[in-house]
């Protein structure tokens, strides 16, 4: 079950840091940025400045709960994972708030929709059921990763 749990969190953490992180290294690479963006199918946002930054920040931080919820459950404290999975991952009235500001209503619903996957993940994880906690986690990344793959900022 450990090694179920361990081959989880490392996938699981090398997707989420793939997805968060691709936007920031188009930054990087300076001017091949608008040759990039040119290839970039995805619909794009319009987030600039500060704002993108904080969303940026968002990503991070919903990419570090997930990795802390996997760590607590390879270690049966799924009180915890559930607590942050709320906290951190679920539908608040800030993330409901940063859904909508971005002017774009299936954007809006997938975010929405992703946030009460949080609130799922966390009363999943609060029945001590490894399975039912993995297939909730499952559902919050599909979420992630059908975002990513059909919006960029």
């Not at 290294?25 to 993108?52: E, F, I």
């Not at 709960?65 to 999975?85: C, N, P, T, Y």
């Not at 800030?94 to 929709?113: H, R, S, T, V």
């Amino acid at each position: 079950m450990n090694r179920v749990l361990i081959s989880v969190a490392v996938l699981v953490g090398a997707a989420c840091a793939s997805a968060a992180f691709a936007e920031d290294a188009m930054m990087q690479m300076g001017n091949h940025r608008h040759d990039m963006n040119m290839m970039d199918t995805r619909t794009s946002l319009g987030v600039t400045g500060p704002m993108k930054q904080h969303q940026l920040s968002n990503m991070r931080e919903h990419v570090e709960a997930i990795k802390s919820i996997v760590g607590l459950m390879s270690e049966q404290k799924f009180d915890e994972a559930s607590r942050i999975a709320h906290a951190k991952l679920g539908l608040t009235q800030d993330m409901q708030a940063m859904c909508g500001m971005f002017g774009n209503e299936d954007f809006m619903k997938l975010g929405i929709a992703f946030h009460k996957s949080g609130d799922d993940l966390g009363d999943a994880l609060q029945t001590k059921d490894v399975n039912a906690s993995l297939r909730a986690l499952n559902r919050t990344m599909q979420y992630c990763v059908e975002c990513h793959a059909m919006y960029r900022q």
